[in-house]
């Protein structure tokens, strides 16, 4: 059962980015099958609040992502979803600069063009103090916008996943707050 508690901006978002060139490799599917739960979650979310989520299919640009439409006003705008144990572990948003994979160095995902992103407390361990998960929805064209990589507020790191070398950067939830990227909060229980 999820109950989502929000306050959904309705304005702002464009509706077509540029187009989004990913190959469908195995690491791609490995990691569209482990956000499978977590795009559900966020349909369902969504769709108890006037939204009609659809998961773009992969043969289209913004494949994995979902294209959501507001019942009500008609907005359109695609949303990409990423499952981060580093908010409810650190209040930090985890977002990847760069993977070194068998020697070769390739963008992360913070190099994509996204209009927003949904990112889901993935962690089991740590809930807020009334047992619910949150879903963070960031308005990314204005963060990416407006973040500076090298801010001493944020930390840069450099650590191993999955056996790649990935370099992220943790910006901490209060910032993303004080700075006006955070759109809606989803609670589920």
């Known amino acids: ?10 304005g702002g978002s464009k509706e077509s980015l540029a187009l989004l060139f990913m190959a469908l ?17 966020v349909k369902q979310c969504l769709a108890d609040y006037g939204y009609e989520a659809k998961s773009v299919p992969l043969s289209e640009e913004h494949k994995g992502d979902l294209h959501v439409t507001d ?5 359109r705008f695609y949303l990409e979803v990423k499952a981060d144990s580093s908010i409810a572990n650190t209040h930090n948003m985890y977002i990847e600069l760069r993977v070194d994979r068998n020697g070769k160095k390739s963008d992360g995902w913070y190099h994509y063009d996204y209009s927003r992103i949904a990112v889901v407390d993935s962690s089991a361990k740590v809930k807020n103090p009334a047992n619910k998960k949150s879903i963070y929805i960031i308005d990314w064209e ?10 001493s507020r944020c930390k840069k790191i450099r650590h191993l996943v999955d ?17 006006g990227w955070l759109l809606d909060e989803f609670f589920m229980m």
């Open 163 to 179: 056996g790649n070398y990935n370099t992220a950067l943790l910006v901490p939830l209060r910032y993303i707050i004080a700075r």
């Open 71 to 75: 019942r009500l006003t008609g907005e």
């Open 1 to 10: 059962m999820f109950v989502c508690i929000n306050n959904i901006s309705r």
């Open 142 to 151: 204005k963060m990416k916008t407006e973040l500076d990589l090298d801010d």
């Open 25 to 41: 490799d195995k690491t791609f599917e490995v990691k569209l099958n482990q956000s499978k739960p977590f795009v559900i979650l």
